[in-house]
């Protein structure tokens, strides 16, 4: 029997819109619905991903060795993680995706989108997420609370004008691609963005259980 294939889900946003406190409840609402999932993130995923996500943090680089490091550790993830996951029938949910890419480097460092386009037509031509949230806050409230949390890495370090253009990309990736990438507004409290992303993984589940290519077309 052909096994049915899983959902691809990536929540994205800027550092500190608070998207990575819901991974794990995420996680677990979608078990608690009878699903096989996997958590994972980008840059990372991968013993290769995970060596050259500390280099892309923490080791200051001209812009297209950036971003080439940040495919060449998304290759390796597509490849050897999600793509299996997927066509084993399980749910894949991912802290951040090429959308981010399209954010903080063609965005907010100035790249553009071509280049990136040309490298996500390479990468993963045949692979989109089924669904993109994005955890949006206004700049000075992400600043705030990454400033209560941890050391900044070379890209919380960034000034305000860096964020601002990342945030506008994020927004212009909305504006294109609106069928698959949701607006969060991660100001509301924890149980309001929760409620909200319940109704939307029952109404994803429905399509996909519905007609999977339904799902991956959206």
Do not use: N
């Not at 812009?63 to 066509?87: G, N, Q």
């Not at 509301?188 to 939307?200: K, N, V």
């Amino acid at each position: 029997m052909d096994v049915q294939r899983g959902c691809f889900i990536t929540l994205e946003g800027l550092d500190g819109a608070g998207k990575s406190t819901h991974i794990e409840w995420l996680v677990d609402q979608l078990g608690q619905r009878g699903l096989s999932v996997i958590a994972t993130r980008e840059p990372g995923g991968t013993a290769l991903g995970e060596a050259l996500r500390e280099l892309l943090l923490h080791r200051p680089m001209h812009l297209k060795s950036e971003t080439l490091l940040m495919f060449a550790a998304r290759c390796e993830h597509v490849e050897t993680v999600i793509k299996p996951a997927l066509a084993a029938g399980k749910w894949v949910v991912c802290d951040r995706f090429t959308d981010a890419t399209y954010a903080y480097q063609g965005g907010g460092r100035q790249l553009g989108a071509t280049a990136v386009a040309a490298l996500e037509h390479w990468v993963h031509a045949d692979l989109q997420p089924d669904r993109s949230w994005l955890f949006d806050v206004p700049l000075e409230v992400a600043r705030e609370r990454l400033a209560r949390t941890r050391d900044l890495d070379r890209f919380e370090q960034e000034g305000a004008a860096f964020f601002e253009r990342t945030r506008q990309a994020y927004h212009d990736r909305v504006a294109q691609h609106p069928e698959r990438i949701l607006i969060v507004d991660s100001t509301l409290p924890i149980a309001r963005i929760r409620e909200g992303l319940c109704e939307d993984i029952d109404a994803l589940l429905r399509r996909h259980r519905d007609g999977p290519a339904a799902v991956a077309a959206s």
